[in-house]
Nanobody, 121 residues
Framework: QLQAYGGGLAQAGGSLRLSCAVSGRTFNSGAMAWFRQGPGKEREFVSAISLYGATNYADSVKGRFTISRDNAKNTVSLQMNSLKPADTAVYYC?????????????????WGRGTEVTVSS
C-alpha cells in the first residue's frame, strides 16, 4: 500500500514537502515516481527515482523539485520549492516492479490515493 501525505495550501514561491509511505515488499523492489493531475488536465509525470537512486524530472519542475527515497524507512519524498500556481494538482505516488524509472504511468503497478496541493498567486 502507498499513502501520500504532506499536501496543502502554499503561496507562490513557497515550499511543500510530500512524502509517501510504502508498506509491504513493494518499496525495495523497484522505482518510485510522482505524478500529478491538475484541474481539467490529464495526469502527468513529475519525477521518478530508480531503485538505485537515479532521478529524473519533468522539465516543468526541474530545478525546483527534488525527489528522494529512504529505503530504511520505506518512504519516498518530493521537496517542492519555488512553487507556482501551475503546480496546483493532486499528486500521486506510484511504485514500479522495475528497478529503472519510467515516465509512463502504465509501468507503475501500485498507486497511492493522492494528496492535494494548491498554490495561490
Amino acid at each position: 500500500q502507498l499513502q501520500a501525505y504532506g499536501g496543502g495550501l502554499a503561496q507562490a514561491g513557497g515550499s511543500l514537502r510530500l512524502s509517501c509511505a510504502v508498506s509491504g515488499r513493494t518499496f525495495n523492489s523497484g522505482a518510485m515516481a510522482w505524478f500529478r493531475q491538475g484541474p481539467g488536465k490529464e495526469r502527468e509525470f513529475v519525477s521518478a527515482i530508480s531503485l538505485y537512486g537515479a532521478t529524473n524530472y519533468a522539465d516543468s519542475v526541474k530545478g525546483r523539485f527534488t525527489i528522494s527515497r529512504d529505503n530504511a524507512k520505506n518512504t519516498v519524498s518530493l521537496q517542492m520549492n519555488s512553487l507556482k500556481p501551475a503546480d496546483t494538482a493532486v499528486y500521486y505516488c506510484a511504485a514500479s516492479s522495475f528497478s529503472s524509472y519510467s515516465f509512463n504511468s502504465d509501468d507503475y503497478t501500485y498507486w497511492g490515493r493522492g494528496t492535494e496541493v494548491t498554490v495561490s498567486s
